[in-house]
């Protein structure tokens, strides 16, 4: 089941690769990459919260975490991430996303995925640029000071 979970994924970045007319995606105001809060205007790409920015609207949201259906409860969130989060959604079991007989089990799964997919965006919004960043830093430190560079300091 994971590996339909995982072409259906692939799919759905195929498409969204193809709306925006490339596979490299990025705001033209902030840099954003992620393809689910892009969109393409007015010969641009644009992320979600600038577009809401631009048209002076709050780019703050509620989100089901758990899936409407699940749980009434929401969160606020930022556009952007509402809108990832919301595309992580549809990587989730139809049954467990939909809950058509309310089943309590059901309930705690989707909180569970809820909690986790909103827990692997805030680890790789807040750190998943440090390694490529200290990986680059460790390659321009070695060309400027040699294999052992650490050990001048």
Request: proline share 5%; hydrophobic share 30%; aromatic share 6%.
């Amino acid at each position: 089941m994971a590996s339909d979970e995982n072409a259906q994924r692939e799919i759905r970045r195929e498409r969204q690769s193809r709306r925006l007319g490339t596979r490299t995606p990025q705001c033209t105001s902030c840099g954003e990459t992620n393809r689910a809060a892009l969109s393409h205007k007015a010969e641009k790409i644009i992320c979600y919260e600038c577009d809401l920015k631009a048209s002076g609207r709050p780019t703050i949201e509620q989100h089901h975490f758990a899936g409407r259906r699940n749980d009434p409860l929401t969160v606020p969130i930022p556009g952007n991430d509402h809108r990832i989060l919301s595309d992580c959604q549809r990587d989730w079991p139809t049954d467990t996303l939909r809950n058509s007989s309310a089943s309590p089990l059901l309930t705690a799964a989707a909180s569970i995925r809820g909690f986790l997919d909103t827990l692997r965006l805030i680890i790789e919004r807040i750190l998943g640029w440090v390694p490529d960043f200290l990986e680059r830093l460790d390659s321009y430190l070695t060309s400027l000071n040699g294999e052992e560079w650490w050990t001048d300091l």
